[in-house]
Structures are given as C-alpha cells and as structure tokens.
RNA sequence: GGGCGGUUAGCUCAGUUGGUUAGAGCGUCUCGUUUACACCGAGAAGGCCGCGGGUUCGAAUCCCCCACCGCCCACCA
C-alpha cells in the first residue's frame, strides 16, 4: 500500500475510528486476566460543548487507558453525561428567553420535556465530539445521571441515608439565587471582590458600618464581642432604635463572631439575610424577620418599600436615613466579597427556606482517614490539603433544589408540601412533623404528592464510581449472573483504578466520590485521583467562551488533526498547574506527525518489497546498530517512567527527541550506507537482511509507545507494515516495556 | 483573612535527590536542493534562572524576606 507524500489526519481519522469502534477492541477484554483497569469518565454536562479543558482531561484518560489495554489488562473506560441540573436549565431558560417564554409560562412537565430535548441534542454532540478526539471509551456502556438505573441508584442512595438518620428537613437561612430561584451549596457560591459603599449609620445609643443598611428592617438585635469594655454594660440590655419605618426594639448580646476591630465593634444582627447574623441568632434565642422574598424583593412587611429590589430598597432607604439626618458618614471604594451564584453570577441573597441536609461529620470521617493513609492518592499532592481543609471544617450539605430538571427527591406528603418558598414571617417552630411525608422510593399511594423539589445535581455525580457500574444491583441480576458463572460489572469493576479531573472539582465532586464510596459500597471509588492542568489562554487568563478567549477543540482538530492537538495537549502537561495553551506547539506537533509519516515511507521504500518473517528481531551488526539499540532502551526505560507518573510532556518530548533527532537523523541516515542504492552485486546480504528488520523493529516498538499518544496516524501506520504475526488492530499490539 | 502554586532565551516550557560551558520547541540569522519529509538537514546568535539576604567548597535547585501573577478555602457585617 502506496502512503501519500504528506499526511492527511483528516481522512485516516474518519477511516480508522469505525473500525475500532467495530472491532470491539473499546470493551473489556473477556479473555484477559490482571487487574482490571476501570476509568469512569468525569461526564460533561449537557450544557454545550466541549472546550479545552474537556480536550485535556479526556486525552489523558484515554492515553492511559490505551496504554493499559495494550499491556494485556481488563480495560474500561465508560463514557456518559450529567444532567447539571442548574446549569442546563438556565440554558434552557435563556433560550426560551429569547423566544419570548418563562419556564413558569410552560410550567413544570412542558418545560422538564424541553430540557429533555435539549439534553438529547448536546449529549449527541459531545459524545460525537469526544469521538473525534478519538478516546476509546465503551460506548455500548454509556450512561447518563438522570437515566432509569441511575436515578434509581439516587433514590436509594436518599433512603438509605434517611434510614441511617443522616437526612433532616429544617428551616435555614440559605443561599438563594433570586434568578434560579433555588437554594444554593455552599460550594456553589463564588466570592468576587467588589467595590462597595461602607454606610456608618446612626442606631440608637451606636454608631455603625453596615454595606447593606435595607436589612436594617429585618434587625432583632446589636452583637458586640465579649470581651469589648466599649459596650460591656449594654449587653443584654433593650433599646428602642429610631428607623425608617419608626421605632423597633433589638436586644444587645455579646458573641464571639464579632470582630471588635471592624467599623465601630459593633454590628447590627439581621438574622434571616445573613448566615453569621443566622448563627448568632440561634446561639442567643433571638427573634427572626424575614423581609426580602424569593425574588430578591422587599416584603410586605416592608412599608413604602414593598416590592422593591434589595438595591432599589438601598437607595431609597438610604436617602430617607439621610433626611432624619441617621447617616453618619459614608466610607467610599469599601472592598468586601460579594457572593454570587456560579451559574448566573446573580447576586446571593440569604434567606430563611425550608431545605433538605445531608449531615456531613460522620459520613466524611472514613473520607478524611482514606485521604490522610493514602489509600486514595492525591497528584500532585498539594491538593490532598484542599480535600482535607474542606472535610475537615465541613458543614451540613443543604441537597435539596428548588429548580425542575433533576431527581425528585423521593418524599410523599400527604396533605400537599408546606411550601419551602415562604414569603411569611418565619417560624422555626412551625416545621412539619415526620407524620406529614413518607421516604420511599415508591409512591406510597392514593393521596400522597412527591416533593417538588429536586436533589443537587452533585448528589447524583457523587455515585458516579459506582452506579455507572450497576449499583444498586438487583438480587436478580445477580443470581443471573452468577448461573453464567461471571461476575458483575459492579464485581468486576469496582473500585476504578483513577479518576482525572480539574482542581476546580476537588470538594464539589471528588470528594463527595470519595466519602460516597465508602459509605455505599465500603470501599475508596479509586486509589488514585490525578488533577489535570487547568488551560488558560496565552496570556494566562481563564478560556471562556462570552469573553471570547476560549479556543474550541474542533477548530483544532480541523486545522492540526486530532493527533497533534493530543500529542499537543500531553506535550504541555508538565507538572505545572496551569497550562498557558499556545498553539505553536499544536503546530510542532503536526509537523512530527508528518515526520512520523514520511520516516515510514522511506523505511517502506527500503524495505523493497522485502516480508518480514519469523519473530521480528533486532541484531547490532555496526556502531550505528549499536547506539540506536542504546538510546532505544533508555528512552522506553524513560518514557516508562515518566507516564508511570503521569508526566506526560516529558514522555511526549522523550519520545519526539528520540524519533526524529536519533532514529531520523541519525540511524536512518546511516541505513543510506548499511542498505545502499543501488544495490551493489557484492552486497553484504546479512547486513542489509538485519537492516531492514533493525528499521521495521525500530518503527514498529516507537509506534506502539506513541499510540496512546497519538492513535491515529499510528494506526494507520502499522496497517502498513510488512511484519510476520501482526495484530489485527495496534490497540491490541502487547506493550514494550 | 488563611492556604497553595507560579516567576528560567523574544514566545511556550524542561531542568529527577544542589556538582563541569543552564536545555527543548517555536521565532530569528547563516549555509545546504543526497534514495523519506522544505511540515527537511547542518550550524549560529540569544539567559545577573523575579528582587534581596542566608546555608555551602559549590545554589535555577535548600532556608528566610519582599514583589508581581494565578488558584482554592473563608460566617469581617
């Protein structure tokens, strides 16, 4: 077979592709024995694209995953997507927007089929984009958080925690999104600095700094800290505080949270619209006022003010303050953290709202113990610090979502739900009885409703490991199994062996993997998470796609071909944390491709027609033979080493160097003297005879390490090769150790 | 506010436990059309290894300080 003079990726990867993909090659070997190696992948969410991060990740994986399977091991890699419950729905939202629709104008059923057709749309295009990139996931194993089985796996997750005592429903001042109209985790808040006015306001008998005086009219009390004399003989006291809307009452107390060097050491405490107003609160039995509703807007209780947005209330409530002269002065450019929703960016607003928690101590204490034993390997290991600080200071895990795309949460009320969107003046003694709802993953019956509320999308992530895999499985499938003599999915491929993923995703995913592991299937999901580095632009900031520094990974693929931008991509990762992406090394990388290419040809083309027989061998008959045999072994030693470590750039430049600057320049140059053109009557026969195997051994050993680098044009290559036994497919060809 | 990471050639980065003249790719310059490849070959220029101290016979590498950039965590209102 004839090789173009130049190599078109294009055309090989259409080619090549189906047929591994057809070969079956994708799936766990049956045969094979060894420790499986099982990689779960991170699933993108339905939301869009894939960008380079998607690019990165998934190239490593599948470089580690081919080169397993070619050292003879039981290899899974299984591919799916994630709902992203939030995320796809605000992307839903906005293109309804723009057709002029609210998701409240469809409501609940039409809007959730919406959902469902988008998500069919952008799974298709991501699973056919990460084809492109030519990763050999199983895709006959493909899953999807929201699917039957999965969303099975999630309930029974919920009522074995609810069975165990660890799920509470109570009223709590949240997070809350005014535009998702949601409560929010935590860890799904994202803190941007912002430069703010810092109002000094006249209160009573103080003075004080408040950036936010409009929740002055939801006060119940002043806190000072304990040890602060300034205040000392006020604690405990009562006063009357002139407002806006006339006098109130608050109560002084005395509580460590405050800190007596800011403002004036003494803070207003408005418990139901901050989270540490919150805490102090309940430490001091005090009075809550609820006066911002669910749309970010001013309550009823709010006089003159009603039904203005917190900003609209702070203006107007700051002009009438001024005028009863209860302004003190204003600090300017006051620099605080503003809170935001990190899939809107809207502004956060605390509110009390009834929600669901997950209690966190116990279930993360095997967790932190599996971190700190190493049981679970961290790399690099720096983030092993960021998994424990998060565990070991963790808080309840608020679950429940007041959005409509994802998994209802398994709970029947019999007299309809008491709203966990109140608009009332809150009453933490009014929480519903036990009496009131049923767990079960089954409606219990005729006059029962289910929650409207859904889990957090990350509740469902967290199974991944093993509910891809089957869990929870049926005594059924089991025995069925068990008949055929094989073992389950779940029995053969639990624990996997690593999950790679970004830094941004250690707490939010990794770890609720981690301690979902344990409690579920009593082991560690994996033994080793590997963090890939995060891709910046040139000039170090963050791809985006609205700021218009992202760089789509098709684009790239179409231009370099889906070798170079891999062998790229590896190339860059080099231990650092961040990848300034350049594409300059895309462009070295399909040059070597080309190199790669063309080396081939000329080995064909001395070869001559010549069939390789017998086991393919390497014989040193001259200096040449001797130094390329050399610097072989050392640089498969090496590379080894390096991927072994995951120091993929360094493999990637190891193995560059030695194709083109050694085995090119150097030994192919020298095969021009030990094969000569023409052939000479008196030839050395050996010689050339030993030549031409050295040439086929050197190409067919570089070609089986660079394949899960860059499995394409490899591929294609080895089809090509005149060599006795050779394997159906390189995928399968036995490793060089 | 706490923690972590980065700072090496014009650009993107290597530099494994401290040890001769600090390396690669891209870019630049010079030369070269041989049986693969001009997406080629041979060669060259280009670096107070962020700043300032310290340890050492010897520091890009170890320690301390500072600066700038980035990330994670955080109930300073």
Redesign the pocket.
């Known amino acids: 077979m004839e090789l173009s ?3 078109n990726p294009q055309e090989v990867e259409k080619k090549i592709y189906p047929l591994w993909e057809k070969s079956g090659y994708f799936g766990p070997n049956e045969k094979a024995d060894g420790e499986p190696f099982v990689i779960a992948i991170p699933p993108p969410n339905v939301t869009g694209e894939l960008h380079m991060g998607h690019a990165l990740n998934n190239t490593l994986q599948d470089v580690l995953v081919r080169q397993k399977r070619m050292e003879g091991r039981p290899t899974l890699w299984i591919p799916g997507t994630d709902h992203a419950g939030i995320a796809t729905q605000y992307k839903v939202e906005q293109k309804l927007q723009k057709e002029g629709v609210s998701r409240f104008d469809l409501g609940r059923e039409k809007f959730v089929e919406k959902v469902w057709e988008w998500k069919d749309q952008y799974e298709a295009t991501i699973l056919g984009q990460l084809k492109k990139l030519g990763v050999s996931c199983d895709w006959s194993r493909t899953r999807f958080t929201m699917d039957e089985g999965y969303s099975k796996a999630v309930l029974t997750a919920f009522k074995h925690y609810w069975d165990k005592g660890y799920i509470y429903r109570g009223e709590r001042v949240v997070n809350w999104c005014p535009r998702c109209h949601t409560s929010l985790s ?2 799904e808040i994202e ?1 941007e600095e912002e430069k703010t006015k810092l109002y000094w306001i006249k209160y009573g008998p103080f003075v004080l ?4 005086p409009e929740t002055k009219l939801g006060d119940t009390a002043v806190a000072v800290h304990p040890s602060d004399e300034r205040y000392r003989d006020m604690v405990g006291k009562k006063y009357m505080i002139p407002g806006v809307l006339g006098e109130f009452e608050i109560t002084v107390v005395a509580d460590e ?7 004036s050491g003494a ?2 405490v408005t418990p139901a619209h ?3 107003d919150y ?1 102090i609160s309940v430490r001091h039995h005090l009075p809550m006022k609820q006066i911002i509703d669910t749309d970010g807007k001013m309550m009823e209780n709010c006089g003159k003010y009603v039904g203005m947005t917190t900003l609209e209330a702070r203006s107007a409530i700051v002009a009438d303050m001024a005028e009863m002269e209860l302004i003190d002065h204003i600090d300017e450019g006051y620099i ?2 503003s809170s935001q929703c990190y899939r809107c960016h809207s502004v956060i607003e605390p509110i009390p709202s009834l929600q669901w928690f997950l209690k966190m101590t116990e279930l993360v204490k095997p967790a932190i113990e599996a971190v700190k034993s190493g049981d679970i390997k961290i790399i690099p290991e ?1 983030y092993a ?2 998994a424990l ?2 565990m070991e ?1 963790i ?1 309840d895990w608020c679950i429940s979502r007041q959005i409509w795309w994802g998994h209802r949460l398994p709970v029947w009320y019999k007299q309809g739900e008491i709203s966990n969107l109140k608009s009332q003046i809150s009453k933490l003694e009014n929480q519903p009885s036990v009496d009131d709802y049923v767990v079960s993953l089954e409606s219990p019956g005729e006059g029962y409703a289910q929650s409207e509320d859904v889990l957090d999308t990350w509740f469902s992530s967290a199974l991944w490991p093993f509910a891809t895999l089957g869990w929870p499985e049926s005594q059924e499938n089991k025995k069925l199994k068990k008949q055929e003599n094989k073992a389950t999915d779940l029995e053969r491929f639990y624990p996997n062996s690593i999950n790679i993923t970004d ?2 995703i ?3 995913w990794e770890v609720r993997m981690i301690f979902s592991g344990l409690e579920f299937m009593g082991k560690a999901p994996f033994h080793t998470v590997y963090i890939n580095p ?1 891709v910046f632009n ?1 000039e ?1 900031k ?1 791809m985006s796609k609205s700021l218009g520094t992202g760089i789509d990974p098709l684009d790239l693929i179409a231009k370099y071909g889906a070798d170079a931008t891999r062998f790229g991509l590896c190339y ?1 990762t ?7 992406f ?1 594409e ?2 895309l ?2 990388a ?2 070597f ?3 790669i290419w ?2 081939t ?2 080995v064909l ?2 070869l001559d027609g010549y069939e390789q027989r017998g086991e393919l061998k390497f014989t040193v008959n001259t200096d040449a033979d001797r130094e390329i045999q050399e610097k072989f072994s050392s640089l498969k030693k090496f590379y080894n080493d390096n991927l072994e470590k995951y ?1 993929f ?2 493999a990637a ?1 190891e193995i ?2 030695f194709f ?2 050694q085995f ?2 150097v030994y ?2 020298k095969t ?1 003297e030990q094969i ?3 052939l000479p009557e008196n030839h050395d026969e050996k010689l050339v005879k030993d030549t031409k195997d050295n040439l086929l051994y050197v190409l067919k050993n570089c070609l089986i390490l660079l394949h899960p680098i860059i499995p394409f044009v490899t591929e294609e290559i080895y089809q090509t090769l005149p060599i006795d036994g050779k394997k159906e497919f390189l995928i399968v060809e036995k490793w060089t150790a």
């Open positions: 003079k130049t190599y935590d860890l803190h700094a408040t950036t936010r949270a405050v800190d007596p060097a800011f403002g803070i207003k901050d989270a540490t805490d605080h953290n720096q610090g960021t600080h998060w200071n808080r830094r941004g250690i707490n939010l995060t040139r170090g963050r860059q080099t231990g650092t944390p961040d990848i300034k350049s300059d090394v462009q070295m399909k040059t491709m080309n190199k063309n080396a040809r000329f083309m001395k120091r750039g360094q430049e560059y160097h083109w600057h090119c320049d192919i140059e021009k000569p053109f023409p």
